[in-house]
């Protein structure tokens, strides 16, 4: 294989990992709205890795930023969606979503 060919290969090996990546981050940001927007609680956990990191700013309604460490610590947030049957409850609008994979 000549060097050139090899060259080609390795930009492309690395630009279908990257678009996986994002592809990846996606469908699991897509899990969370539509969780979000069903109002299903467990579901809205269940999007985020079991360590993921949570920062919450400027959450109303007194303005307070959060923190939480995995799954456990983010929990609490989300069970007021545990109070009512699953279903589309509309309230929810996500925008200018920029996903970028280095």
């Given at each position: 294989m000549s060097i050139d060919l090899e060259t080609r290969i390795a930009a492309l090996e690395a630009e279908v990992a990257r678009l996986r990546a994002k592809e990846?981050?996606?469908?699991?940001?897509?899990?969370?709205?539509?969780?979000?927007?069903?109002?299903?609680g467990?579901?809205?956990?269940?999007?985020?890795?079991?360590?993921?990191?949570l920062d919450v700013l400027n959450f109303p309604p007194n303005g307070v930023d959060m923190h939480f460490d995995g799954r456990a610590e983010m929990a609490p947030l989300y069970e007021p969606y545990g109070d009512r049957d699953p279903m589309i409850a509309g309230g929810h609008n996500a925008t200018n979503v920029a996903i970028s994979v280095g």
């Open positions: 990846s981050v996606q469908a699991a940001f897509n899990k969370y709205l539509y969780a979000l927007d069903t109002g299903y467990p579901a809205i956990v269940d999007s985020y890795a079991e360590d993921g990191v």
